[in-house]
């Protein structure tokens, strides 16, 4: 097995992240099925006409959209598809919200592996988060009250993804600072003006760090 960590109990997969039991054999068909697609899914030997959006000395940033060659738009649906499965994204054949294409800002790093991804569309509203409420029928705490009302907004983040094994490195910052200097032409879109779908709770604390407030906007 390619994990690490104890012989019994959970392992995680030092190639694909994943945290499974190699002793149990549901969790290791789990794996080599999630392996197998993580490995095809990050691996990237370039494209003659990549649309670098940004550089750093540890990688690149590339944004890619549905209208970009058949090849291209296949890289983004299969990042995506492990992207849902690693956020837990079950409902994954739905449409975006509204109708709206998704464009995806992909970290690209230097050793050709796809380490981080935010696959954002066009949207016009949000609502502030409110993570003070109590936990509902499913144990979790609803981030959104009914009542409040909308606030405008340009730009949804319907996911944001970084690789567990590159977490705490100003990744997610990076992919969302390009995603506001890019995603409208000749502007960069203030943080007011973005929201994320149904954020996980990691993703709820770095919204959160990142825009600088616990009300930051959620849409659906």
């Excluded at 992909?106 to 991804?117: D, E, F, G, P």
């Excluded at 907004?153 to 319907?158: E, F, K, L, Y």
Aim: aromatic share 10%.
């Amino acid at each position: 097995s390619s994990g690490i960590n104890a012989e019994y109990g959970p392992t995680q997969c030092a190639q694909c992240g994943m945290v499974y039991n190699h002793t149990v054999a549901e969790d290791e068909q789990n794996h080599n099925k999630y392996h197998k697609r993580f490995l095809k899914a990050s691996s990237f030997s370039g494209w003659k006409t990549e649309r670098v959006v940004e550089e750093y000395h540890d990688g690149r940033i590339i944004l890619v959209n549905q209208h970009d060659p058949k090849s291209h738009v296949k890289k983004m649906e299969e990042v995506r598809e492990v992207v849902d499965i690693d956020l837990g994204i079950t409902d994954r054949n739905q449409p975006p919200a509204g109708g709206h294409e998704l464009q995806a800002f992909l970290y690209i790093s230097n050793a050709n592996k796809v380490i981080a991804a935010a696959f954002v569309e066009h949207i016009e509203k949000g609502y502030p988060c409110v993570s003070a409420h109590e936990p509902d029928d499913t144990g979790k705490a609803p981030l959104l009250k009914s009542d409040d009302a909308p606030m405008k907004a340009v730009c949804g983040i319907s996911r944001l993804w970084v690789f567990k094994q590159c977490r705490r490195k100003k990744i997610a910052s990076r992919l969302m600072d390009c995603v506001r200097a890019n995603f409208v032409f000749g502007c960069t879109i203030s943080k007011v003006k973005i929201a994320f779908s149904d954020p996980t709770e990691s993703g709820r604390l770095f919204a959160q760090t990142y825009c600088g407030t616990a009300n930051f906007l959620i849409y659906r």
